[in-house]
């Protein structure tokens, strides 16, 4: 859940002007206000040559928005100071923007990316790993399981000058299953500050809900950073076995021989039969019955 709006733009009685020669007076309401603000973050991108992430964007007109008319009382305090119901986090302000991002910029990252990547794309990697993988930075307790809660924690570091403030930090999964992979916000993490040379550890709660190949993508929206080619990094999981339970009950009266096949359907994955409980003879109703309990762990081998 989010609060809403996030920002507010001049919507009142405007003139507006279409091609040619039509003009438009009295246009209110917020398809004006939309036309407003995506025409200043069309100047923003055009001022950082488009290397800039979109939820970076979003943050840097955040942060220039002017919230000296918001209300002090009915507000909720974020990250952006107070927020108001009519004017979200403030009125619209690109000035304010680039002189935020001129003054206060700083490089954030994670401490095994380098630079050079494509903006939005992984990090290349400091220890030459694949840029799918980074196992120095994203780490879990334990291999992840379905269904299992488990936490996944990243450093985020602060190469540059400036100290940062109000660093969002996501985290998602990549679920590989179909013929298109598929992407789930897991949850946003906000550092407070974070000052320069500091490296803070960020830790997300994740439910796994797949059982197949999954990749735990992280990246860092911060509207002041200086370089946008190092803060989105990624990492390979291939969960741990998954474990089922069956009973095999013998209902005849004579030793009988069960072949137990364990198969998958999913490719590059191996069952194996372990018995839990030895075969033993229990009494039902007044008949007798060998029961033998099973457990099929199944897990995807690495190749």
């Not at 939820?55 to 840097?60: A, E, P, V």
């Not at 994670?110 to 903006?119: E, Q, V």
């Not at 996501?170 to 590989?176: A, E, L, S």
Request: glycine share 8%; with cysteine; charged share 10%.
């Amino acid at each position: 859940m989010a609060l809403k709006p996030d920002i507010a733009s001049p919507a009142q009685n405007l003139t507006v002007y279409q091609s040619g020669t039509q003009v438009f007076t009295g246009v209110s309401g917020t398809s004006p206000a939309a036309a407003i603000v995506s025409g200043a973050a069309a100047l923003l991108l055009q001022k950082f040559n488009q290397e800039i992430t979109p939820d970076s964007l979003k943050q840097l007109l955040l942060t220039g928005a002017d919230s000296s008319h918001n209300s002090p009382y009915g507000t909720m305090a974020g990250p952006w100071g107070n927020w108001d119901k009519a004017f979200g986090w403030g009125i619209l302000n690109v000035g304010g923007a680039l002189q935020a991002a001129a003054g206060q910029a700083t490089d954030l990252t994670f401490p095994n990316c380098t630079t050079g990547a494509a903006i939005g794309t992984p990090c290349n990697l400091a220890n030459g790993a694949p840029v799918w993988d980074n196992e120095v930075d994203i780490t879990t307790p334990s291999t992840p399981q379905q269904g299992v809660l488990t936490t996944v924690s990243v450093p985020v570091k602060n190469a540059g000058p400036n100290v940062a403030t109000n660093v969002l930090v996501n985290f998602g999964v990549y679920d590989y299953t179909s013929s298109t992979p598929e992407f789930y916000h897991v949850g946003t993490q906000v550092i407070a500050t974070i000052n320069p040379g500091q490296t803070i550890t960020v830790s997300q709660a994740w439910l796994p809900s797949m059982d197949s190949h999954q990749c735990i993508q992280v990246s860092i929206a911060y509207g002041l950073d200086s370089n946008y080619t190092n803060n989105v990094t990624q990492r390979n999981f291939f969960p741990a076995a998954s474990l089922y339970h069956v009973r095999v009950e013998n209902h005849f009266f004579v030793p009988t021989l069960y072949e137990v096949k364990t198969t998958s359907t999913r490719d590059q994955w191996v069952c194996k039969a372990l018995i839990i409980f030895r075969p033993r003879m229990i009494n039902m109703n007044g008949r007798s019955y060998n029961r033998l309990r099973l457990l099929f762990p199944c897990r995807a081998e690495r190749t």
